[in-house]
Nanobody, 122 residues
């Protein structure tokens, strides 16, 4: 069993930055690839970024590439998502997720956090 708790969301003006964090507990953190997803009101959940077990490989959605950066610190059981140059269309609930698999485009995650809300004003 793995528990995931997101933090760092809030209200920010367009062009500003936020740093999202996801703290994991339970099973060995390094056994899981990690990912961020987001869901805006009235829209389907979409992939944002993912990172391999030791952080050597990352994937990004085209919409956030160059603005968001996913990283992990296995010693702290934490994954991060610094979000720069935020746009109103980035407004969504952001979810942290964990999986024993690391596959491009994988949505079949084993564990999900409860989400943290990011609101970007124009």
């Amino acid at each position: 069993q793995v528990q995931l708790v997101e933090s760092g969301g809030g209200l920010v003006q367009a062009g500003g930055s936020l740093r999202l964090s996801c703290a994991a507990s339970g099973r060995t953190f390094s056994n899981y690839a990690m990912a961020w997803f987001r869901q805006a009101p009235g829209k389907e959940r979409e992939f944002v970024a993912s990172i391999s077990w030791r952080g050597g490989t990352t994937y990004y959605a085209e919409s956030v590439k160059g603005r968001f950066t996913i990283s992990r610190d296995n010693a702290k059981n934490t994954v991060y998502l610094p979000c720069n140059s935020l746009k109103p269309e980035d407004t969504a609930v952001y979810y942290c997720a964990a999986s024993t698999k690391f596959i491009r485009g994988n949505y079949d995650m084993d564990y999900w956090g409860k989400g943290t809300l990011v609101t970007v004003s124009s």
